[in-house]
């Protein structure tokens, strides 16, 4: 199955697999960022540093929410649900 990145983050998952995600995402930009500093891409560098500012600080909330409750943008589980 294929989900765009934004559909996937609708999906109710636990902490712990949207923390694995995003550390993955984080690893492969760290690598493209190797890859593009040996090629002397500057311009390409400095994008994908900026990228891995935005997944690391979507990791700190995410550990941040963690210890309070569940963000809002994050529905609960289908069956933590209310019926109605």
Do not use: Y
């Amino acid at each position: 199955m294929i989900v765009t990145h934004s559909s996937f983050e609708k999906i109710p998952l636990s902490v712990e697999t949207r923390r694995s995600f995003i550390d993955e995402q984080i690893r492969e930009v760290e690598m493209a960022i190797r890859e593009q500093k040996s090629d002397r891409g500057t311009r390409l560098v400095k994008e994908l540093e900026k990228v891995k500012r935005r997944l690391e600080a979507k990791l700190e909330t995410l550990s941040a929410n963690v210890a309070g409750s569940t963000p809002p943008s994050v529905p609960p589980p289908v069956e933590a649900r209310p019926e109605e």
